[in-house]
């Protein structure tokens, strides 16, 4: 049993906790995930290490279905059944110059540990999205570990009005840029690789694929990488972006739709 | 007087097909008494030379005759402490019951699996030494090794990376074949022994061997072969193409087949194929058809080449799932969802290594399935996490290489079952765990 120190609502169903697991905290490292189960009839999902202390790790959510709205209903000093981790592969810590973080909706939470660690030795700008000012979050934490940051909203709301990749194409324009990291959307990732494999920036993108036991085992999360099958669970999260195929990505995070339907009806019977 | 061979009842293959309960009911009292009085009590038991756990059949039989069960269970547990576990899975008919001189042979497993379910399992007192020993993982190898470790005093810690301990037997194995019940039964009493199971702890990511080693004095590795293998076919990734592996884990350890009061979701499809001729496709096709589905195994070699066990085979042809032998898939189709499997027809051809004759296609002999769910059960490879995390000698499917002692190439540190061959059986990484465990105990013994 882990314990919920600690509850906030971030933004507009998003929510963070901190839970108590101080082995996995001790091992967490940038780029991390865990597996999490609510209860005994629970589903296993990954959820991103978004930041740790000695005692707890942090998971920042959206409520999207089944299993995270019920997290979501959860207080502090309630339980969850398991909590198994750190897995997938931490980014590696290098100096490479200019880093930009492309990160939209949940993905924020993801770039947060990222930044964090790479911060000091390379320049880091962070664009970071979501559709209106109400879904932002950890906007404070991002721009105080960033060198420069850019906030873009669909609807103009807050920062700049439109998508993360067209201040990504401006940026481009502007700024010698070394490397590119990218977390959010499937679809947003994609659209932030096709961008930048035309400028020949190296770009690394951090899948969500759907996992079961997130160790390796049954290859729910696999997708074609350079061609061959790769699992997001053991041989990523991250991958270079472009030879990710992405258009089968976005097909198999689609599998399960009437499903989570279901799921979510048979609960309110 | 002369008794007919007992057979247990089983749940007839129309209402089974609908359900997920045992297929076998094992044998009632009575029936057990009787195939217990037809064991010759041999002199010299050849049974007991084919058993691998080494269990004392001729005097547990002979208990069960005199209706003496908890003495016939006290006997096997001297020897083996997963006994309602291989009373179920063990290919007996291999082993034990290949070599017993009744005619028709003695059902050995069934009259262990009898003993398991009919008497209670009773932890003795064991004085403990005050070394300690970490099992990482606790699937069969894992459990053996523990049992009998903790059986001659040593203090031992499982680490399971899964949230329920068992490993195959919990994610693997369906319930219709080896209730969870009798799994988590039998790890209760392993529990009982001293042994402690962490769950949720993955080794090479929470804690690594180096780590163990300076908390214990020795570490067994029994992680499995839980790494499913793809054929590398266009259309593999298209949805509703699961691993055998993915579909056995929704289905066994998160339920799915309860979806959707239990939350882990899988597709349910009119028409499916598995690919695979080993107890694993055969599990996979049996778990789709209780889902609802026709079910067309295909296999590329005949169904004499089969590697799956005679009478699951058996089961599945009762059960109305077809085969298509001699056939081999060379394109999943499928825009989204799949929509069929294009195979080749295969002719045998000289044998291989394992003596089994080589499959060859025939050229021309394309033919197309239709279908909306193909499950790959082509076998499973040496779980790599731990491999990828430490210096350890490798082999070439990643397997950790081992000495005829189960030592690896790091002192102190010992691995055995399906994590160093490859993929086997349960009774295979049962047996290693239980000689490992010994060597384990010699050398902590000489220093």
Redesign the interface.
Known sequence: MYKIREKKVLAEKTVMMKIIAP??AK?AKPGNFVML?IDE????IPLTIADHDLKTITIIFLVVG??TEDLSKLDEGDYV???????GNPIEIKNYGTVVFVAGGLGIAAIYPQLKSLKGSNKIISIIGAKTKELLFLVDEIKENSDETIICTDDGSYGKKGFVTDALKELIEQEQINHIITIGPTIMMKAVSDITKDKNIKTTASINSIM??G??????C???VNNK?RFAC?DGPEFNAHQI?WD?LI??N???KE??H??MY??DK | MESEEQKPEEQKPEERIHNFNEVCFGYTKEQAIKEAKRCLQCQLPLCEKGCPAGISIKKFIKHIADEEFDLALKTILEKNSLPGICGRVCPAEEQCKKSCISRPAINIALLERFAADNAEKIAKNIKKTCKKIAVIGSGPAGLACSSDLALMGYEVVVYEALHKPGGVLTYGIPEFRLTKKIVMDEVNYIKKLGVNIKLNSVIGKLFGIDELLKKYDAVFIATGAGLPYFLGIEGENLNNVYSANEFLTRNNLMKAYKFPEYITPVKKSKKTVVIGGGNVAVDAARVAKRLGSDVTIIYRRSRKEMPGRDKEIKHAEEEGIEFRFLANPIKITGKHDVNGIECISMKLTKLDDSGRKIPMPVQGSEFKIACNQVIVAIGQGPNPLIGKTINLNTGKKRNIIVDTDYQTSIKNVFAGGDITSGSATVIKAISDGKKAAKIIDEKLKRG
């Open positions: 082995d996995i091992k189960r009839k629970g589903e296993r089944r299993t059944l398991d909590v198994a981790g750190p897995l079961v036991d160790i390796g085992m049954c290859g729910s696999r997708v074609h099958i053991v195929d089968e097909k198999r689609s599998k399960y499903e989570e279901e799921c048979s609960k």
